[in-house]
């Protein structure tokens, strides 16, 4: 991000607040990770893939796996659901979510690209 001045921007994890008190969201359009681009994971089905396999990468103890598909998970249009924290037999029930395990990133920021 490019500033004309020397203002700090206080940044919280993909917020950034100006010294105004503005509140703005930043946007990952895609990663590169060891050379390669991908693009921001927003397709539900796509993102539950992932999410499930990291899941079960550290249940196994597969740390390189689960390192692999974390930055991935980080910057995905979704996060998981903080109702139940992805616990099975809560999941049914969940009004939040609707039962997918996951919800879209809130935001009612404006977005900075």
């Known amino acids: 991000m490019f500033r004309i001045n020397a203002e700090v921007w206080d940044m919280n994890g993909l917020t950034v607040t100006r010294p105004d008190g503005s509140v703005y969201d ?3 359009a895609g990663l590169r990770i060891n ?3 991908y693009s ?3 397709d539900p089905d796509t ?3 992932l999410a499930d396999s990291a899941q079960i990468a550290l249940e196994n103890h597969d740390f390189g796996t689960y390192q692999r598909a974390h930055p991935l998970l980080a910057g995905a249009s979704f996060v998981k659901c ?3 924290m992805d616990h099975f037999s809560l999941r049914e029930d969940c009004q939040n979510c609707g039962c997918l395990g996951f919800t879209a990133r809130s935001s009612s920021i404006p977005k900075l690209r």
């Open 40 to 42: 921001n994971i927003d």
């Open 82 to 84: 903080n109702s139940y």
């Open 47 to 49: 993102y539950r893939a």
């Open 35 to 37: 050379g390669r681009e």
């Open 26 to 28: 930043l946007v990952l």
